[in-house]
């Protein structure tokens, strides 16, 4: 108990359950906001509101966007035949920074990792198999790995790998049945 009034309380938990955020910081950015404007302190409050309600994955590649497809999806320029997988949308800007891959992506929101209970439904790798049956072939990165960080073109890679090894090819019997 620390003895704070209860509002203060809540503000330090929820504060102190972000990453990294331990309670000595949870108590000095609560403490910065209760000294702060009511402008700025709302202005926090109101863009996590609004990335709560507004924020949601592009129905073709699960890239975050307000719309229902992302400025990439519906992006005509773009190479639909060619896809992208990356881990996390931050890796999809790393390689649109680049400026030069122009064909779509898919972001399977975070990495399969078993001990983590982390399983391929939890991703978005249903999705992919079926973006990849209706044929989108896998970008090659090598072109692009000069421009991305070793980090981020490694990451790229593995995934890449990972997600397209397992895919089985077309079988065309099956859609022959009906
Ligand atoms: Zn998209």
């Known amino acids: 108990m ?3 009034a209860e509002t203060i309380e809540r503000l330090m938990g ?8 331990g309670a000595r910081t949870a108590e000095r ?5 209760l000294k702060a404007s009511d402008e700025e302190a709302f202005a926090l409050a109101d863009a996590i509101r609004d990335v709560k309600t507004r924020i949601h994955p ?3 590649c699960f890239n975050l966007t307000e719309d229902e497809q992302c400025g990439i999806c519906a992006d005509p320029q773009r190479d639909k035949s060619v896809i992208c997988v990356v881990e996390q949308p931050k890796d999809l800007l790393a390689l649109e920074a680049t400026g030069s891959y122009r064909g779509v992506y898919h972001v399977l929101m975070g990495r399969i990792a078993p001990l983590d209970n982390v399983e391929a439904e939890d991703l978005t790798v249903e999705a992919l198999e079926a ?31 990972r997600t397209f090894e397992p895919v089985e090819p077309v079988e065309p019997k099956d859609n022959t049945k009906c």
């Open 2 to 4: 620390s003895g704070y």
């Open 14 to 21: 929820e504060l102190g359950r972000l990453p990294g955020i």
């Open 29 to 33: 950015l609560a403490f910065h906001l």
């Open 58 to 60: 592009c129905e073709t």
């Open 131 to 161: 973006r990849v049956r209706a044929g989108l072939l896998p970008a090659e990165l090598d072109d692009l790995r000069p421009a991305l960080s070793p980090e981020d073109a490694w990451r790229m890679r593995e995934e890449m790998e």
